[in-house]
């Protein structure tokens, strides 16, 4: 218990920034969503003339714009995508690959615990501050939708929303704590997870309808959480995030392995 105090006090102040800057963007976007709708007409004009690529890179058309989800839907998660991943995998980075930057890693091991408790009690901090982050998601995104949206909306695609997104922390934070332990490096752990999760967003995206790059779409968990079908057709693929939460698991029970038999590099 102390150890779980110790972390959850050490990382308090970042999950409260990203709180902070999680409801400001829900707001943001709740706020302007009748707006959007009633002047769709100008902004279809306006779409028209951008890039395709850009386009498919932020999943913005008509269609989706329609829908009083589509703004928070198409721009909106695109942000949140990549704001989940960047913290659950920077969390992830600190709290392990972290104790060896700031060589506090010999110290904790010395103490009177052994190293599969020390390795627990981090995954359990990190994986209470990621469901935080994608509660208050959650929360102030149906608050929001309560207080400026009149239009008819979905609670299911909200919900859906809040599902992929904590599937999105959950796997990048995984990878990040497999990355910290094979390379002890905080800042090339970071590099490495914030390309993987640029790669694998942008490369569903940008790349959509092109055959030749068919392969790299499907390595991609998002490729597997389309935000399209659930604006269009509430369509939630549950076996899709269970899968990737199995995925998750697994490198993080890899990861266990690692930790408690891998020799510490001071």
Partial sequence: MTLIKKEFK????????????ITLFNML???LTDFMIEKLEFFVKFLERMPKQFLSAFNMDVQILSKPEGLIGSEGM?????????????LASKMFAGEFDNKTIEYLLIKPYSRSKIYINKIFVIFIDIVLLALVFYGSIVMFFLMYVDQDYSNLVLFGFFLYLLTTEIFFASISVLISLFFQKRKLTNSITLGLLFFMYFGVTVTEGVKNTEFLRRISVFYYMPI??????QKIYYFNIFMIIILSLLIVSIARK???KKDIII
């Fill in 10 to 21: 050490f990382n308090f102040k970042n999950l409260f920034i990203w709180i902070i800057v």
């Fill in 29 to 31: 976007y709740a706020s």
């Fill in 228 to 233: 399209r079908d659930i604006v269009l057709n």
């Fill in 258 to 260: 690692i930790f408690e």
């Fill in 78 to 90: 695109t942000f949140m995508f990549i704001f989940f991943g960047l913290y659950a995998s920077m």
